[in-house]
């Protein structure tokens, strides 16, 4: 080829650029694609699995904090990943976002076909119905009038021509598989409902207290964008008794078997009192609002006499949980009040307290048959409280301020733990510190949820929908009649189902040609 050929040769095709709408319109389709769909679904149900196995602040707080003291590097890691509030964090959210615009994607075109289908009638009998999977020729006279007649008693619609009989049934595959992308959706509106429009608060409450479902009454509330003080429920409960039972011999020793919180409820201001015993899994519900026990411990009672001989400190401690398996606690009790000085003191709980051979204590059981308090340490000095800066209840001071409060009793001062009604005099006239009785407390979360019917009946219809779309399969039958001889030919509009249609297709067969047998 010349130079003069090779300069008039045409150019090769250039690729033109998508533009600014042909990505929209690409990433549009990529989202709605049914692939997608599947991947989205699939990585939300794999971005709950952390919520599953870690502690969630607004579940259980105190599991955070435990997790906190016991691996703190780890635990700043999950928090930056926000591992410890799964269903509230950003890239939980993305995933369900994401999820629901690519199901919206996907059903509306569904939708439209499905109803399109279901307008179309049978297509017309092949002209050679042996060429078909499944073939017969059917004994006996038939006309395509009684053809028609016994295939529409089989619950076939019909299609009649000239000399042929077409037939088809399993439209109800097509209604499960669309219903089941319906309830998916459904699903997640019915979540969105309940985060919106709903409400979820944990608090702690010690025997002998009470609780009233007000907003600060809480220690956590986490409420929806739509939800205000008015919206709360205004009903309220007295925790009266507070009831664990353990194993108490076997291999399980100590495990825990039951336990109840007895309340006196009164449901609305003015409405009469009425008993409740709470369970796990039994929650008390008022108006729709439900509250559910999710954990127990122990709450000893402290007095605190400061220098003055003044009370500075009377009343119990939540203790938080550092042994599951004995429920040993570690409690801290504050004196803001005493007087010179501040006092604060690190003590932990041993329900059990039995010693050891090389003299500690420790707890052997997780019920309140020996109850004793170890001394880990007693600090005089300013507390910090007044500084404006937030503090943990389960602990003494950060540790720039515990650092500058002077010790006074040191956990080796004190070998023995104290028992219910001994005293520990604090050097230099400071006070004494008095073990006066054990209480127990326990955790609640009280939520309400409105999306929580529609989310169970959205549910429901997904397992009846994938049931129809699995069990029910298309299928097409044809007859022809020629010369005064018929036959049938018939296939499976779904993959995988030829197997278990040839039992039926035989079963039509004798019903075309006798009419006495009823093929379900």
Same mark, same amino acid.
């Given at each position: 080829?010349?130079?003069?050929?090779?300069?008039?040769?045409?150019?090769?095709?250039?690729? !033109?650029?998508?533009?600014?709408?042909?990505?929209?319109?690409?990433?549009?389709?990529?989202?709605?694609?049914?692939?997608?769909?599947?991947?989205?679904?699939?990585?939300? @149900? +794999?971005?709950?699995?952390?919520?599953?196995?870690?502690?969630? &602040?607004?579940?259980?707080?105190?599991?955070?904090?435990?997790?906190?003291?016991?691996?703190?590097?780890?635990?700043?890691?999950?928090?930056?990943?926000?591992?410890?509030?799964?269903?509230?964090?950003?890239?939980?959210?993305?995933?369900?976002?994401?999820?629901?615009?690519?199901?919206?994607?996907?059903?509306?075109?569904?939708?439209?076909?499905?109803?399109?289908?279901?307008? =179309?009638?049978?297509?017309?009998?092949?002209?050679?119905?042996?060429?078909?999977?499944?073939?017969?020729?059917?004994?006996?006279?038939?006309?395509?009038?009684?053809?028609? &007649?016994?295939?529409?008693?089989?619950?076939?619609?019909?299609?009649?021509?000239?000399?042929?009989?077409?037939?088809?049934?399993?439209?109800?595959?097509?209604?499960?598989?669309?219903?089941?992308?319906?309830?998916?959706? *459904?699903?997640?509106?019915?979540? %969105?409902?309940?985060?919106?429009?709903?409400?979820?608060?944990?608090?702690?409450?010690?025997?002998?207290?009470?609780?009233?479902?007000?907003?600060?009454?809480?220690?956590?509330?986490?409420?929806? &964008?739509?939800?205000?003080?008015?919206?709360?429920?205004?009903?309220?409960?007295?925790?009266?008794?507070?009831? @664990?039972?353990?194993?108490?011999?076997?291999?399980?020793?100590?495990?825990?078997?039951?336990?109840?919180?007895? +309340?006196?409820?009164?449901?609305?201001? *003015?409405?009469?009192?009425?008993?409740?015993?709470?369970?796990?899994?039994?929650?008390?519900?008022?108006?729709?609002?439900?509250?559910?026990?999710?954990?127990?411990?122990?709450?000893?009672?402290?007095?605190?006499?400061?220098?003055?001989?003044?009370? @500075?400190?009377?009343?119990?401690?939540?203790?938080?949980?550092?042994?599951?398996?004995?429920?040993?606690?570690?409690?801290?009790?504050?004196?803001?009040?005493?007087?010179?000085?501040?006092?604060?003191?690190?003590?932990?709980?041993?329900?059990?307290?039995?010693?050891?051979?090389?003299?500690?204590?420790?707890?052997?059981?997780?019920?309140?048959?020996?109850?004793? !308090?170890?001394?880990?340490?007693?600090?005089?000095?300013?507390?910090?409280?007044?500084?404006?800066?937030?503090?943990?209840?389960?602990?003494?001071?950060?540790?720039?301020?515990?650092?500058?409060?002077?010790?006074?009793?040191?956990?080796?001062?004190?070998?023995?733990?104290?028992?219910?009604?001994?005293?520990?005099?604090?050097?230099?006239?400071?006070?004494?510190?008095?073990?006066?009785?054990?209480?127990?407390?326990?955790?609640?979360?009280?939520?309400?949820?409105?999306?929580?019917?529609?989310?169970? +009946?959205?549910?429901?219809?997904?397992?009846?929908?994938?049931?129809?779309?699995?069990?029910?399969? =298309?299928?097409?039958?044809?007859?022809?009649?020629?010369? %005064?001889?018929?036959?049938?030919?018939?296939?499976?509009?779904?993959? *995988?189902?030829?197997?278990?249609?040839?039992?039926?297709?035989?079963?039509?067969?004798?019903?075309?040609? @006798?009419?006495?047998?009823?093929?379900?």
């Amino acid at each position: 080829m010349t130079v003069d050929e090779l300069q008039k040769a045409p150019e090769s095709p250039r690729p !033109v650029p998508l533009g600014l709408v042909g990505w929209l319109r690409w990433g549009w389709r990529t989202l709605t694609a049914m692939k997608t769909a599947l991947i989205l679904l699939f990585l939300f @149900a +794999l971005a709950a699995i952390p919520g599953s196995l870690l502690p969630q &602040r607004s579940v259980v707080p105190d599991q955070v904090a435990t997790f906190y003291q016991n691996n703190p590097t780890l635990a700043q890691w999950y928090d930056r990943f926000q591992l410890f509030d799964v269903f509230t964090s950003v890239w939980f959210a993305a995933i369900y976002l994401l999820l629901f615009t690519s199901l919206v994607g996907c059903i509306v075109p569904r939708t439209a076909t499905y109803f399109r289908e279901l307008r =179309r009638r049978p297509p017309a009998a092949p002209r050679q119905l042996s060429r078909l999977p499944h073939y017969a020729e059917i004994p006996g006279e038939l006309t395509v009038e009684e053809a028609a &007649r016994r295939l529409r008693k089989l619950r076939f619609r019909v299609e009649v021509g000239d000399g042929w009989v077409s037939g088809e049934k399993g439209y109800l595959r097509e209604t499960g598989n669309l219903l089941f992308h319906i309830a998916l959706l *459904g699903l997640l509106v019915a979540v %969105g409902i309940g985060s919106l429009y709903g409400y979820r608060g944990n608090v702690l409450v010690v025997e002998g207290d009470g609780f009233a479902n007000t907003v600060a009454a809480y220690d956590r509330f986490m409420p929806g &964008r739509q939800v205000s003080a008015e919206s709360l429920e205004p009903f309220s409960f007295t925790l009266t008794d507070f009831k @664990a039972s353990y194993q108490v011999a076997g291999e399980k020793k100590g495990q825990e078997l039951d336990y109840s919180a007895y +309340l006196k409820v009164t449901d609305r201001p *003015g409405a009469p009192e009425h008993d409740y015993d709470l369970k796990v899994n039994e929650p008390l519900e008022v108006g729709g609002t439900q509250t559910y026990l999710i954990g127990h411990g122990y709450a000893p009672e402290f007095k605190v006499t400061d220098g003055k001989g003044q009370v @500075a400190f009377q009343g119990p401690v939540p203790c938080l949980i550092e042994m599951k398996a004995t429920l040993t606690s570690g409690c801290v009790v504050k004196a803001p009040d005493a007087q010179p000085q501040q006092l604060g003191f690190l003590l932990r709980f041993l329900p059990t307290a039995v010693p050891l051979t090389d003299g500690t204590y420790a707890s052997a059981f997780p019920g309140e048959l020996q109850p004793g !308090v170890q001394v880990l340490g007693a600090f005089s000095g300013d507390l910090g409280v007044r500084s404006g800066k937030p503090q943990s209840v389960y602990e003494l001071a950060p540790p720039d301020v515990l650092r500058k409060m002077k010790p006074l009793v040191m956990g080796k001062d004190v070998p023995k733990p104290l028992s219910v009604g001994d005293k520990l005099p604090l050097p230099g006239g400071a006070g004494t510190l008095e073990f006066t009785g054990v209480k127990e407390w326990m955790t609640l979360q009280v939520t309400y949820d409105p999306g929580r019917i529609p989310a169970l +009946l959205a549910s429901a219809l997904a397992t009846v929908s994938i049931a129809l779309s699995l069990m029910i399969r =298309r299928r097409r039958v044809f007859v022809r009649v020629r010369g %005064g001889k018929a036959e049938a030919g018939g296939l499976t509009r779904t993959e *995988g189902s030829a197997a278990g249609f040839t039992e039926e297709f035989a079963d039509i067969v004798n019903v075309l040609s @006798a009419g006495d047998k009823d093929a379900r």
